[in-house]
C-alpha cells in the first residue's frame, strides 16, 4: 500500500518534471534547429520543426562576421575578471554583516539592496559622463567596475545568508585553536558556503555576459566591443538573419554552460569537505 | 579586542562600499537630484531649474504612467509567484534522486544564460501569428483551432510575455533554492523519516523552514528584477504595446529620457519604481525571514 | 556640484582600482585620447553608423575615402540595426559632451528634435544652397530646422508596392492603381486559392505603421500636420484611410498578425509566396530576388503604391538616413570632408549599385548603369514626408502609433480613434 502510494508519488512527480523540463527545453531546442536551417526555410506553415535542408551557413556566418572571436575574448576577459571581484569584494564585506555586531548593520544591507533597485537605463547618463571625466571609455575596466558595483548587492545578500546558515561553533573552534580571521574565512567559511559560492559566481558570470546596454555605450570601439553587442550587430537595415543571430547565440551560451559544468564539481566537492570537518 | 574586530569588519566593507559607492551610487544620487529638477536639454548644454515635486506631480497624472506601474505590478507579482513556484518542484526534483539529473541541471540553466534580446526575438518569433511554433504546437494538441496573432491583442500580449519571462528565470530560481537545499544537510531528512513523518509533513516542518533565507533571495532579487528591469522582453517582443498594456514601468522612464528627452521626468519614473521595489522588498524580509536582516542571531 | 561630485567619484573609483588587487593589467586609456587631436600625422574621425543594407558596406566607403583622402582616417562604431538603439546612443554620448562620434548616421525624422536640443550641429555654413541643391529637395527639407540645416541627407528610402506579377498574369489582372482596385484583386486571388492573404504591409506598434499611414492618408488626399504645426489629422480623409486600414484585416486581406509585422516579418510572407501584394522599401528587391532567401525569385514586379483618386498620386513615406556632425566634434572640418565624399557622384553611385539604396543625388539617377541595375530607379512615386519638422515628433508619433494600431486590431472605431489622436497630437505639438 505504502509502496503502491511512493510509485504513483515518484511517477507524479516525474511527470511535472518532465512537463517543466519540456517547457523550459522546448524553446531551445527550437532554436537550436533554427540555426542549422536555411533562411528560406524558417518562414513555412506548418513550420519545419528540424531543418529540411541542415546547413553550418549560419554558423560560418556568424564565426567568420568581423571580429566574432575578439568579441569573445573580451566578453571571457571581463565577465571573469568582474565575477571574481565581484566575489572576493563580496565575500569580504558579507561577512562582517553575517556575523560581527556592527552598528547599523540592517541599514546598511537595505541600503545595498536598495542600490541594486535602480533601472541600469536610469544611471546610464550619469556614468557615461563619469566614465568619460576619468577617462575610461572603451577599455576594461568601464564595464568591470560597473558590473562589478551593479552585482554586488545581490551577491553580499546571497553571501551573508549562505554564511549565517553555517554553525557558529566551527568558527569559535577554530579560533581557539588559534587561527586568525584569514584562516577562518578560507579554511572554515568559504568551503562550508560552497554551494552560496558556486551560485553566486554562476548568477553574476551570466548577468555579466549577457550585459548589453552598458557594453554598447561604454565600449563601442570594435577592439574592446563584448559578444551581446556583436551579436546586435548582425544583419542590416530591417534585415534580422534569425538563424545567424540564434547560431551565434548558441555559441555564446558554450562558455557560460562550461562554467556552471566547472563550477558544480567545486561546489560539491566544497560540499564534501565541509562534511567531514562537520 | 572587540573594538578591534569590530575596527576588521568595517575595513572588510571598504573595498565593496568604495566601488559601490563610486560607481553605483554616486550616478544613483545625481539622478534621484534629476528627480527634482526640471531638466532640459539645450544647444548650449543641460538646464536645470529647480522644480520641487512637480515631475512626481506629473507622473501621477499620467494615465500611461499609471498603467504602466498596474502593468508591472500585475506582471511581477504573477511571474515571481509562478517562477518559484515551478522552481522549487525543479529543484526538490532535481535534489531528488534521478537519472541524468547532472545534465537536466546544466541544461535548465540554459535560458537563463541566453542573451535577453536574443530569447525575446526567439519568442516574437515563436508567438508569430503566421508561421509561428506555437500556434503549430496548440493546433496539433487541439487547444486553438486557428492561427493566433498573440502579441496583437492586449490580454494574449501580457500572457505571452509572461511566459516568455517565466521560461528564462525558473532555472535562476530553481537553481538558487538548489543551492539552500544542498546545505540542509541529509540526516535532518532521514531523521524525520524514521520519526515516520510522512514527505509532505517533512517538507512543510524541516525543508521549508530552513529554505526560508534562499526563497527570500529569490524573492527579492526575482522582484526587483521584474519590477524595475523589465525592459528588453516587452520592449522586442511587443514595443510596449498593443496600446499600453504591456508598456513597463522601464520603458515608460526610457521613453520620457531617450525618447521625448523629458530626463526629470524620467529619473522621477525611475525614483518612483525604485520605492515601490524598496517597499516589497521590505514587505519580503519582514514576512519570509525577518532573521535575514539580522539583529537577533539565529 | 556635479563637478566636484564627479571629482569625487573618480577619485574613489581610483582608489577602488588600486585598492583591488584584481584589477585589470590593460587598463586601456584609448578613451582619454580619444578626439584628441593628435600633433602630427593623418587626422581619426570617428564614424557612427547602423548598418546599410549589407555590413560591409561602410567600411568599403572608408577605404574609397582613405585613398583620397590619406590624410584623414575614419574610424567605424557600428551600431545594431535598431533605431532607437542608435538614437539612445547618440542622446548619451553627445549630451554628456563627448567630442566622439565625429560624424555619425541618424534617421529622417531626428533633425528637428535634435536640433532644438543641441544633439546636432548646424551646417549651413559647410553645406550652402549651392551643395544641398544638388540633393533631392524633400529629404533636404526634412534635415531643415527653423531656416537651418542639421543634417546632410546621405541615402533616401521610399515605400513602394510588390506584386506578384506570374499571378496577376495568369489571372489576367492589371497592376493596381487605387487601393480599392488592390483590395478587389486581392480577394479575387484569395479565391481562388493562388495565395493565403492578399496584402502585407506594416502593422505592428511602432514607427513603420504611421509610414505606411502617412502613404495612405496621402493617397486620400490628407495629412496629419501642416508645416505651420496646426493639426490636421481630423478629417474625412484620415477617416477614410483608417477604414480601409481595418477593412484590410476585418476582410481577411490582410492576416489578423499583420498586427505584429514589421519590415522583415511582411517581408517573409511575401518571399515563401503566401501573400499577392506587399507595401516594403526597396532593400526588398534585393531580398525577393536572392534563392536563399526566397520562394518567388523572378516573379515579383514593382510598382508605386495605390491612392485614391483626388488623392495624391504614387504616394511613397519619405525614409532614409541621414548625416550629423557632432556638436562638440574636434575635427569639424575632417567630417565635413568626410560627409562631403558620401555624397559625392563616386560614392552615391556606390551605394545604390552595392546596397540597392536610392541616392539622394539627383544627377545619380541620369547614370545608365545605376538606372539599369534596379527596376525602382525608373519608378517616380511622389514623396511625402511624416511630420518630423516638429521637435515632439517621437512623441507625436508614438501617440499616433498607438490609436492606428487600436484602429487596426478593432479596438476602437476609425473615426474615433482618428479624433483621440488628434487631440492628443494637439496636446503634443502644443506641448513644446
Known amino acids: 500500500m505504502t509502496r503502491l502510494r511512493r510509485l504513483a508519488r515518484r511517477l507524479a512527480q516525474g511527470v511535472l518534471l518532465a512537463a517543466i523540463v519540456l517547457f523550459i527545453l522546448g524553446p531551445i531546442a527550437w532554436m537550436l534547429s533554427a540555426s542549422f536551417t536555411r533562411p528560406v526555410d524558417l518562414s513555412s506553415w506548418p513550420p519545419h520543426l528540424l531543418p529540411p535542408v541542415p546547413t553550418w551557413g549560419n554558423y560560418r556566418d556568424a564565426v567568420a562576421s568581423q571580429g566574432f572571436g575578439l568579441y569573445l575574448r573580451n566578453s571571457a576577459v571581463v565577465s571573469l575578471l568582474a565575477t571574481f571581484l565581484t566575489l572576493l569584494l563580496g565575500a569580504l564585506a558579507a561577512y562582517p554583516l553575517a556575523r560581527m555586531r556592527l552598528p547599523g548593520r540592517q541599514v546598511i544591507l537595505v541600503a545595498v539592496l536598495g542600490l541594486s533597485m535602480f533601472p541600469s537605463l536610469a544611471v546610464l547618463l550619469p556614468l557615461f559622463s563619469l566614465m568619460q571625466r576619468i577617462g575610461w571609455l572603451n577599455s576594461y575596466p568601464a564595464l568591470i567596475l560597473p558590473y562589478t558595483a551593479f552585482n554586488l548587492p545581490i551577491t553580499i545578500w546571497i553571501l551573508a545568508v549562505f554564511f549565517r546558515g553555517i554553525p557558529r561553533e566551527l568558527e569559535e573552534a577554530a579560533e581557539v585553536d588559534g587561527a586568525g580571521l584569514a584562516t577562518v574565512l578560507g579554511r572554515v567559511v568559504l568551503p562550508l558556503a560552497g554551494p552560496g559560492l558556486g551560485t553566486a559566481s554562476i548568477l553574476v558570470f551570466i548577468a555579466d555576459w549577457t550585459e548589453f546596454l552598458f557594453a554598447l555605450t561604454f565600449n563601442s570601439q570594435a577592439e574592446m566591443r563584448t559578444l551581446p553587442v556583436g551579436i546586435a550587430l548582425f544583419g542590416g537595415q530591417y534585415l534580422l538573419p534569425w538563424g545567424t543571430i540564434f547560431a551565434g547565440a548558441v555559441i555564446a551560451i558554450l562558455p557560460p554552460v562550461l562554467l556552471v559544468v566547472l563550477f558544480q564539481r567545486w561546489v560539491v566537492a566544497g560540499l564534501t569537505s565541509g562534511a567531514v570537518k562537520g | ?298 | 556640484m556635479r563637478r566636484a561630485l564627479a571629482l569625487l567619484a573618480a577619485g574613489l573609483l581610483l582608489a577602488a582600482g588600486c585598492a583591488a588587487p584584481s584589477a585589470p593589467a590593460q587598463t586601456g586609456n584609448q578613451g582619454g585620447s580619444q578626439g584628441q587631436a593628435k600633433s602630427s600625422g593623418p587626422v581619426t574621425i570617428v564614424w557612427s553608423s547602423g548598418p546599410l543594407s549589407n555590413l560591409g558596406l561602410r567600411q568599403q566607403l572608408i577605404d574609397m575615402f582613405e585613398q583620397q583622402h590619406p590624410e584623414i582616417r575614419v574610424q567605424l562604431n557600428q551600431l545594431p540595426n535598431s533605431t532607437d538603439t542608435q538614437r539612445n546612443t547618440y542622446v548619451t554620448q553627445i549630451s554628456s559632451g563627448s567630442p566622439t562620434p565625429d560624424v555619425y548616421s541618424g534617421d529622417v525624422i531626428w533633425p528637428a528634435q535634435f536640433a532644438a536640443h543641441g544633439l546636432a550641429m548646424p551646417l549651413d555654413r559647410y553645406f550652402p544652397r549651392s551643395v544641398t541643391a544638388r540633393l533631392i529637395p524633400g529629404a533636404v527639407q526634412a534635415d531643415t530646422f527653423q531656416g537651418k540645416l542639421y543634417a546632410v541627407p546621405w541615402f533616401t528610402d521610399a515605400g513602394f508596392l510588390y506584386y506578384r506579377k506570374d499571378l496577376l498574369q495568369r489571372y489576367d489582372l492589371p497592376v493596381p492603381a487605387t487601393w480599392d482596385q488592390l483590395f478587389q484583386e486581392a480577394q479575387t486571388l484569395q479565391q481562388r486559392g493562388a495565395v493565403r492573404y492578399g496584402f502585407v504591409f506594416q502593422g505592428a506598434q511602432y514607427e513603420g505603421l504611421v509610414c505606411d499611414f502617412t502613404e495612405m492618408l496621402a493617397g486620400a488626399g490628407g495629412q496629419v500636420l501642416a508645416p505651420d504645426g496646426k493639426v490636421l489629422l481630423d478629417s474625412p480623409q484620415a477617416v477614410k484611410a483608417a477604414q480601409f486600414l481595418r477593412k484590410l484585416v476585418q476582410s481577411g486581406v490582410a492576416p489578423e498578425a499583420v498586427s505584429t509585422y514589421q519590415e522583415p516579418d511582411s517581408l517573409n510572407v511575401f518571399a515563401t509566396g503566401d501573400a499577392a501584394f506587399l507595401r516594403n522599401w526597396p532593400y526588398a528587391w534585393a531580398v525577393l530576388n536572392d534563392p536563399q532567401q526566397s520562394k518567388v525569385v523572378g516573379k515579383v514586379g514593382m510598382a508605386v503604391l495605390p491612392d485614391w483618386p483626388g488623392g495624391t498620386q504614387g504616394p511613397a513615406a519619405l525614409g532614409g538616413w541621414n548625416l550629423f556632425i557632432n556638436p562638440h566634434s574636434k575635427h569639424v572640418d575632417a567630417a565635413v570632408t568626410f560627409i562631403k565624399f558620401l555624397i559625392s557622384p563616386q560614392a552615391q553611385k556606390f551605394i545604390a549599385l552595392k546596397g540597392g539604396h536610392l541616392p539622394v543625388l539627383l544627377s545619380a539617377y541620369d547614370d545608365q548603369e545605376v538606372r539599369s541595375a534596379n527596376p525602382f530607379f525608373a519608378l517616380k512615386p511622389t514623396v511625402v514626408p511624416r511630420p518630423s519638422w516638429t521637435p515632439n515628433y517621437p512623441e507625436l508619433s508614438s501617440k499616433l502609433q498607438v490609436a492606428l494600431h487600436d484602429i487596426l486590431t478593432g479596438q476602437v472605431t476609425p473615426a474615433a480613434g482618428i479624433r483621440q489622436a488628434s487631440q492628443e497630437i494637439r496636446q503634443v505639438v502644443g506641448q513644446q
Do not use: C
Open chain 2, 1 to 298: 579586542m572587540d573594538l578591534r574586530r569590530r575596527a576588521i569588519g568595517w575595513l572588510l566593507l571598504l573595498p565593496a562600499a568604495l566601488v559601490m559607492s563610486g560607481v553605483a551610487l554616486l550616478p544613483t544620487a545625481l539622478t534621484v537630484g534629476q528627480s527634482f529638477y526640471r531638466v532640459t536639454l539645450t544647444p548650449a548644454g543641460f538646464a536645470s531649474t529647480w522644480a520641487g515635486l512637480r515631475n512626481y506631480g506629473l507622473l501621477l497624472a499620467s494615465d500611461e504612467f499609471r498603467q504602466a506601474l498596474a502593468f508591472t505590478l500585475l506582471f511581477t507579482v504573477a511571474t515571481v509567484a509562478a517562477e518559484l513556484l515551478l522552481g522549487l518542484l525543479l529543484a526538490l526534483a532535481i535534489r531528488s534522486t534521478l537519472p541524468g539529473r547532472g545534465l537536466v541541471r546544466t541544461l535548465m540553466l540554459v535560458p537563463w544564460a541566453l542573451i535577453t534580446v536574443v530569447s525575446a526575438e526567439a519568442w516574437r518569433f515563436i508567438d508569430d501569428g503566421t508561421y509561428g511554433v506555437a500556434n503549430a504546437i496548440l493546433m496539433g494538441l487541439g487547444l486553438i483551432d486557428h492561427r493566433v496573432a498573440w502579441l496583437s491583442q492586449p490580454g494574449l500580449a501580457v500572457g505571452a510575455l509572461m511566459v516568455a519571462d517565466v521560461w528564462k528565470t525558473v532555472p535562476f530560481v530553481g537553481l538558487l533554492l538548489l543551492a539552500g537545499l544542498e546545505t540542509i544537510p541529509d540526516e535532518l531528512h532521514e531523521a524525520s523519516r524514521i520519526d515516520g513523518a510522512s514527505g509532505w509533513r517533512g517538507f512543510w516542518t524541516i525543508t521549508l523552514p530552513l529554505l526560508r533565507p534562499s526563497i527570500l533571495l529569490a524573492l527579492l532579487y526575482r522582484t526587483i528584477q521584474a519590477f524595475v528591469g523589465l525592459f528588453d522582453l516587452p520592449f522586442v517582443m511587443t514595443g510596449g504595446g498593443p496600446g499600453y498594456a504591456t508598456e513597463s514601468v522601464a520603458i515608460y522612464a526610457w521613453k520620457q529620457m531617450f525618447q521625448n528627452l523629458r530626463f526629470g521626468e524620467g529619473a522621477a519614473a525611475s525614483v518612483f519604481a525604485f520605492l515601490v521595489a524598496l517597499a516589497l522588498a521590505l514587505l519580503y524580509v519582514r514576512l519570509v525571514a525577518p532573521s535575514a536582516l539580522g539583529g537577533e542571531e539565529a
